[in-house]
Nanobody
């Protein structure tokens, strides 16, 4: 069973930055695309960004373009979400998940093996 563990969340002031990590175990990033998602209080979970096995990326959320980037470190088997210029509306629990169909980023509905999430709070 694929396993993903998120970390790096916390409290940050508006305009600040955070880097979230998604550590994979029981599989390698060579085989599955990894997506970042978030769920704010009272809202549905939404896709944020995805990285394919070949390094290609897809933005699922227009609101983070120009502010968030996704990357991966193959030796560490970890995917990162770098968030800059954070806004209060970015406050949410952030999750990572693996693409069920393998190496290519597809619909946000096609992900599984969810991590437990990490809380990001943007507030002054």
């Amino acid at each position: 069973q694929l396993q993903l563990v998120e970390s790096g969340g916390g409290l940050v002031q508006p305009g600040g930055s955070l880097r979230l990590s998604c550590a994979a175990s029981r599989f390698t990033l060579d085989y599955y695309a990894i997506g970042w998602f978030r769920q704010a209080p009272g809202k549905e979970r939404e896709g944020v960004l995805c990285i394919s096995t070949n390094g290609g990326t897809i933005y699922y959320a227009d609101s983070v373009k120009g502010r968030f980037t996704i990357s991966k470190d193959i030796p560490k088997n970890t995917v990162y979400l770098q968030m800059t210029s954070l806004k209060p509306e970015d406050t949410a629990v952030y999750y990572c998940a693996a693409q069920r169909e393998g190496p290519v980023c597809r619909s946000p509905r096609s992900f599984g093996s969810w991590g437990q999430g990490t809380q990001v709070t943007v507030s002054s």
